[in-house]
C-alpha cells in the first residue's frame, strides 16, 4: 500500500509540473503580425484590398472593416448574405475590402493578417467568413491564433503555409497603410462604407444599401 | 484492491487533463497545446459550456469526487466491503455517458476534435472498464466468516 501512495505522490507531482509548463510555455499571439510596424517602414506595395463581384459592375462598396468588431461581424452575418445574392451576384456592384484595425481590439490586427493570409492563397473572402461567422474568439478576450489556425483548416488553407505567413508578419505593413488610408478618408468607426468613393451615411442595412447603391447607378447613367 | 488503486491512479490522470482544460476555458495561460486538433474550436463553441458553467470544470469535479471515492476505499475499514465499488461503477458510468455524448457533439456537431478531450474520454472509459470488472468479478475475500 505504501508503494502505491508513494507513486500517487510521484504521479501527483508529474502531472502538477506538467500543467505549469504547459501554462506557461504557451507562445503568445505572433507579434510581428498583431501589432504596427514602426512609424516609417509602411509604404504602399500598390494592393488596395480584395474585392468580390464583377469588374464591370457600375457601382463599388469600399468597407472599412476590423475583425474584432462585433458590428461588423453582425453585418457579415445578417446583412451581406442578402447583399451578395441581390447586388454582388447580380453585376450591380463589387465590395471591396479594407481594413481598419481600431486600437482598443487587442486581436484585430492578427485577424486582419490571417485574412492576408488566406488571400495569399486565394481564399480571403474564406477567411474573411470564417473569422467573422465565429465571432466568439473575439469576446473571450484569449489568444484566438490556435483558434484562427482552426479557421484557416476549415477555409481550405494550407496550415503550414498559413503558419509562416503569420509569424513573418509580412502583411502587417500592409494592414497599417489600410488604416492610414481610412484614416485620411475620415473614417470614424467600423464598419464605414464608401460608395463609389462617397462616404455612405444612410442604415447599414441590405434594403437601405441597396436603395443608396440604385442611386448611385442611377447618377452613374446620367 | 487492484481495481481501485488503478482507478485513482487513472482519476489522478483525468483530474489533470480536465483541470488543464478548464484552466485555458477560465483564461489562465493562452493558446491550447493541441497539434493538429481543433481544441480550440471545441473550446469557443456553444457547446463549451452546460449550465452557465465549463464543460471542463465538471470533468474537473467529476474525476476529483472518483479520485476521492477510489482512495477512501483502499482505507482498511473500507477495503472489504463491496459498496465503493458499485459507487465507482455508477459514477464511473456517468462519466462515460457524459464522454460519449460530448465525442459525439465534437464528431458530428461542432466538426471538431480536441485531443485533450479524446484524451479524458479514454481515460474515463478505461476507469468505467476497470470499474465494471470489478462489480461483476467474485470478491477475493469472504464477504461473511463463518467459523466451523
Known sequence: ?222 | MRSRQAIALLALLGFFVALYLWLHQIGVGGELKCGTGGCDTVQASRWSHQLGLPVAFYGVAGYAVILAVAIAALQPSWLERRGPTFLLAALATGGVLFSVWLTYLELFVINAICRWCVTSAVIMALIWITATFAVFRRPSFPATRTDP
Open chain 1, 1 to 222: 500500500m505504501k508503494r502505491f501512495y508513494l507513486m500517487l505522490g510521484v504521479l501527483t507531482l508529474a502531472l502538477g509540473a506538467m500543467l505549469v509548463y504547459l501554462l506557461k510555455s504557451n507562445p503568445s499571439a505572433p507579434r510581428a503580425a498583431n501589432t504596427a510596424p514602426p512609424a516609417g517602414t509602411v509604404v504602399d506595395d500598390g494592393f488596395r484590398g480584395y474585392t468580390m463581384g464583377s469588374d464591370a459592375a457600375p457601382v463599388e462598396v469600399t468597407e472599412y472593416g476590423d475583425f474584432e468588431c462585433p458590428a461588423c461581424a453582425g453585418f457579415a452575418v445578417i446583412q451581406m448574405p442578402t447583399i451578395k445574392e441581390q447586388l454582388i451576384a447580380t453585376g450591380k456592384v463589387r465590395w471591396r475590402y479594407r481594413d481598419y484595425p481600431l486600437p482598443m481590439h487587442p486581436y484585430s490586427r492578427l485577424a486582419a493578417h490571417a485574412a492576408q493570409c488566406g488571400g495569399e492563397q486565394g481564399k480571403f473572402w474564406e477567411m474573411h467568413d470564417q473569422l467573422y461567422m465565429n465571432h466568439s474568439w473575439a469576446q473571450t478576450g484569449k489568444n484566438p491564433t490556435g483558434l484562427f489556425r482552426d479557421f484557416a483548416r476549415a477555409a481550405g488553407l494550407d496550415v503550414s503555409r498559413y503558419d509562416a505567413c503569420l509569424e513573418s508578419g509580412r502583411y502587417a505593413a500592409r494592414i497599417e497603410f489600410s488604416r492610414q488610408e481610412g484614416e485620411q478618408k475620415l473614417v470614424n468607426g467600423t464598419p464605414t462604407f464608401y460608395i463609389n468613393g462617397k462616404m455612405y451615411t444612410g442604415r447599414n442595412n441590405s434594403d437601405a444599401f441597396k436603395a443608396a447603391i440604385d442611386s448611385a447607378a442611377a447618377a452613374r447613367r446620367k
